[in-house]
Nanobody
Framework: QVQLVERGGGLVQAGGSLRLSCAASGRIFSINAMGWYRQAPGKQRELVATVASGGSTNYADSVKGRFTISRDNAKNTVYLQMNSLKPEDTAVYYC????????????WGQGTQVTVSS
């Protein structure tokens, strides 16, 4: 099996920064795309950012210029640096990974709460 363990959520004032990390462990041959999604109360889960195995990135328009996604392939870890946080960034943030082990399977982390106060 595979586990995705997220760290780094918390409470921050508007304008502040947080860094999330997500480490994958278990039966892994390779990791294709990794990404972050978020879900605010009463809303659907939405894409925040993704990074492919080769390093190409994709961001939601709402976070472009403020958030940076990166990954360390040697550590099977993806990061999300969040700067200039806004109250509307408040949500549970979920790590996502497409992992290959005799087939490609999608995995989700348990989620980490990010709360931005005004």
């Amino acid at each position: 099996q595979v586990q995705l363990v997220e760290r780094g959520g918390g409470l921050v004032q508007a304008g502040g920064s947080l860094r999330l990390s997500c480490a994958a462990s278990g039966r892994i041959f390779s990791i294709n795309a990794m990404g972050w999604y978020r879900q605010a109360p009463g809303k659907q889960r939405e894409l925040v950012a993704t990074v492919a195995s080769g390093g190409s990135t994709n961001y939601a328009d709402s976070v472009k210029g403020r958030f940076t996604i990166s990954r360390d392939n040697a550590k099977n870890t993806v990061y999300l640096q969040m700067n200039s946080l806004k109250p509307e960034d408040t949500a549970v943030y979920y790590c996502n990974a497409l992992i290959t082990w005799f087939g490609a399977y999608e995995y989700w982390g348990q989620g980490t709460q990010v709360t931005v106060s005004s």
